[in-house]
């Protein structure tokens, strides 16, 4: 006997590392872009008022991103797609701006400053690629049909 072998075969798509790989550089661009409109906010007017444009102009700048990969990629679901964005940001505010920027996760504790950009950039994901894909999600459309009585 030459070697050991516990029978497990692990199937790695070729495209695999390409379709991780890809939706992780267009979550970056998206991060990129708020990280700019809050780095310019502060700059320019205050706190208070840079935060309600990044909730306003987030969601806005993951549709541009998110329409991006689903016209030219579309290698995940959009819910998926919505997730790896999502997951993506808040690891990199977490890690990167909370941890080794601000040394303080305070900024955590600040719906606006956080937890609404994150829901509508996940929103604004899923829906772009919903429509992208002429999908409707869970099968439910979003219009009830209408019913004849006699």
């Known amino acids: 006997m030459k070697g050991f072998e516990l029978g ?18 267009h979550a970056f661009v998206g ?5 700019e409109t809050i ?4 700059v320019l007017t205050t706190l208070r008022n840079t935060l309600y444009i990044h909730a306003v ?18 290698h995940l ?13 808040i690891l990199v ?9 601000n040394r303080s996760l305070n900024m955590f504790s600040s719906m606006l400053g956080t937890w609404i ?8 994901t899923y829906l772009t690629g919903m429509v992208v894909n002429g999908k ?6 979003p219009l009830p049909k209408s019913t004849k009585h006699a």
């Open 31 to 35: 991060w990129a872009l708020c990280a």
């Open 8 to 25: 497990i075969q692990i199937k790695v798509h070729a495209g695999s590392y390409r379709s991780f790989r890809i939706p992780l550089i």
């Open 39 to 42: 780095e310019l906010g502060v």
């Open 136 to 141: 409707r999600s869970s099968g439910v459309s």
């Open 117 to 124: 950009p994150f829901a509508l950039i996940f929103l604004s």
């Open 77 to 89: 679901s959009p819910f998926r797609t919505a997730i790896a964005f999502t997951s993506f940001i």
């Open 57 to 74: 102009l987030a969601p806005v700048i993951f549709f541009v991103v998110s329409l991006n990969y689903f016209k030219k990629y579309n």
């Open 93 to 101: 505010d977490f890690f990167v701006v909370g941890l080794a920027i």
